[in-house]
DNA sequence: ATAATTTTGAAAATGAATTTCATTTCCTTG
DNA sequence: CAAGGAAATGAAATTCATTTTCAAAATTAT
């Protein structure tokens, strides 16, 4: 009754990048080809608009992006190869607390956590050795083997803070 | 076409609890009055399972529990209840990286995160007062005001550990 | 009891995520 | 440079937790 979802909110990703995509679309290629994977034109396209947006996007506003150039790319392909970067690697998979599921370039650093504004939506990212560390000792503290893991602050960034 | 979930996983919830079920009842009842609303029979009979309940769990499994002494009472109701809970302060709100909502009772204790087991899906609670402090110095120095926030460690559970 | 308002429960709707399937494209082999 | 096997594509359909709708039932104040 719904093929996919209708255009909604979606605060904040910016664009333009300063890396060496080139280097990032290789490492795709050769994760493709080792896979048994075949290289697309859609693919191409799709990683490479990707690869230049700046903070968190939805796979339905990055469609919205390539679709402005590529009319005949669809979704679903969109969708999909978001999928196949987030295995690859090359994206990081993000769902914060509207329950929508956000890509980010994975450029090879390190884990960092987001605060998020609930007032304009702005992702901001930082990174805590002293929590992280703590966080280890937690796990110790229950015998508990950590893989993952997720902090989140919810409030109101500086700029909606000063608008109030 | 289709009208709710059918049954689904749902790890360990236990039941059982040494509260005054009954200071929270009344709670409730006053919320209830002052919001111009009324006191049923089905609200009362899925707030004393629910207060009863230790653990997180989804309405879905709660509706499952007051469905096997009450047939009559719906999974809407049930859902409908959790929400008017949540609101009123008894119940609060969780949504882990399965996407699904589970709510805990909030006994007025304070703030706590949560380990959760990617093996055998126990949900441990801790808090970290240090933790806590470091998160409000993240937040200072973005100049961004902290309304709530969200830790959660994804691993594998001493038990699960163990048994590996 | 009566009336006004809220609640209930079954069914339908919603919406993001995922799958299906017929067609097209890719890529290796001859 | 075919040809053929495998994978990808895209539109449409499906999934499934969540939320809404609506007619009937229950609650509360009068
Ligand atoms: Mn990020
Ligand atoms: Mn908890
Ligand atoms: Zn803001
Ligand atoms: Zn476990």
């Not at 719904?2 to 290629?29: N, T, V, W």
């Not at 506003?61 to 970067?85: A, S």
């Not at 599921?101 to 390190?110: D, I, K, M, Q, V």
Request: charged share 30%; glycine share 8%.
């Amino acid at each position: 009754m719904q093929g996919r979802p209708k255009g909604r909110k979606s605060p904040l990703q910016g664009s333009s990048a300063s890396h060496s995509i080139s280097g990032e679309k290789e490492r795709l290629r050769l994760f493709i080809k080792k896979a048994g994977l075949k290289s697309t034109r859609q693919r191409d396209i799709i990683a490479t608009e990707f690869l230049k947006t700046i903070g968190h996007i939805t796979a339905e506003d990055l469609y919205k992006k390539v679709n402005r150039k590529h009319k005949e790319i669809g979704f679903t392909t969109v969708y999909r190869t978001m999928k196949l970067l987030s295995k690859c690697g090359l994206a990081s998979e993000r769902v914060f607390a509207d329950n929508l599921t956000r890509y980010e370039p994975a450029r090879g650093e390190e884990h960092h956590d987001h605060l998020i504004c609930i007032g304009c939506g702005e992702i901001t990212e930082f990174e805590n050795p002293k929590i992280e560390r703590l966080q280890g000792e937690v796990a110790k503290e229950f015998g508990f083997n950590t893989i993952s893991h997720k902090m989140e602050l919810y409030g109101y960034c500086r700029r909606c803070v000063e608008n109030a």
